[in-house]
């Protein structure tokens, strides 16, 4: 009896699920998403740029509704300034700087702006020093008194410098054990000989010959009016901050002009090789120089990297990653600093494949050199780079970001309110035309990271392999 009272819950069971599943409706045919909208211009609210008296420029960006403001202070001092045996100076002097003023402790300077809601950073680059304050509307004013006072008189302790250098030793060698960040110093090195943008590390030993001094002369050298310019986007009262900024920087001592070094970078066909006895995987950086942003093809040149390797949905990473599986997260870009610019391609692969790598990148790099993109391949790409525009100018930090490299490359007043449609404007026969002039197979530097023993094998094909 209990067998078949179980039989018949199991048919009755399952006469329902039959039932169930024809009352259920039919799945739909897929369809495709719709087409996106063509990307709206940037539009930047009016600006107003004036310049003090001591030659300290200045621009407000009225910005967003939050009720914060960033105050961003561009130096022009950086890596390019340094000489020789002074690689990294600049990021003890940026350090030192964070670390008290004549009349304010390093204490004080980070209670004061955490007092305002926000805080206070520098960071040292290529050609510029930028120091930063982001806080509350109300307190723009004071933290524009603050950075005034961190900038124009430091108090450099003499006593930090062990601790600071303790600090560079330890991240340099950090940096050197990975094989990234030789890959970078190599490929620097072959492009920029006996040029700043070339010396990517210092070594051990001159960080510790660093002293008070150097870093002193360092600043009294390359700190002054004439080399900065004040930034503030965000929600603030401007004559508040002009009258802060008037009162804070007007009678800084104008010191030098910038200092420019424009560099000849090498473009020539070289293979180095660098050996990692027992990596499992080879970081592979392949480039050239290139154009800076100044340049008349500078927009058409980033519609070319982006097509070729510089996004997601490049031609490098469909290959390499996506139907080959040689790589996880290949990517390319072109790299610019002051009148200066070169293009790389940057993939960290399996061993056993570096060669197979290197000959596929090759051969995306001379397809876009004998035929020109899709319209829709080419329209998506565009797409891309008109939304990651819009999404790096969405924020007060991204605003001055933008506005500071159009100021340091010298780039016109509509750069910003016309990228998109210039973006956008890019033909595919453009996009071909660039990779013909500019990317040129045998001008570019190869720089492998990885086992020797398995990998020079693989590289003769590309030409003669040079140690390092």
Known sequence: MRINNLARITLVLLLLFETALVALPQE??????PAGGTPRPFLLPKTETFSLKDGVRVTLVPYGSVPKVTVDVFVRV???????????????????????????????????????????SIDVGADT???????????????????ADVIQHPLLPASEIPRLKSDLVRELTVSKSQSGPIATETFRKALYPNHPYGRYYPTPSMIERYAIEDVKKFYNDNFG?????????????????????????????????????????????????????????????????AIDASHPDYIGFLVLDAVLGGSFGSRITSNIREQKGYTYSPFSQLSTRYRDGFWAEVADVTTAVTGASIKEIFFEIDRLRNEPPTQDELQGIKNYLAGIFVLQNSSRQGVIGQLAFADLNGLPQDYLSTYVQKIMAVSPEEVQRLARRYLLPGKMTIVVVGDKAKVADQLSAFGPISSN
């Open 28 to 33: 739909a045919p897929r369809q495709k998403p």
């Open 78 to 120: 950086g890596d390019i300034n340094q000489a020789e045996n002074q690689v990294w100076l600049d990021q003890l002097t940026g350090n030192l700087m964070k670390l008290g003023t004549a009349t304010r402790s390093a204490a004080q300077v980070a209670r004061q702006a955490a007092s305002m809601g926000g805080g206070l």
């Open 129 to 147: 020093t930028t120091i930063q304050g982001d806080v509350l509307s109300e307190f723009g004013p004071q933290m524009v008194a603050l950075l």
């Open 225 to 289: 009016a004439s080399r900065t310019h004040i930034f503030v986007s965000g929600q603030f009262d401007a004559a508040a901050m002009k009258t802060a900024i008037s009162s804070g920087f007007e009678n800084w001592a104008r010191g030098s002009d910038p200092y420019v070094n424009i560099p000849r970078p090498v473009a020539a066909r070289s293979i180095i090789l660098v050996d990692r006895p027992g990596a499992s995987q080879s970081t592979v950086q392949i480039g050239l120089p």
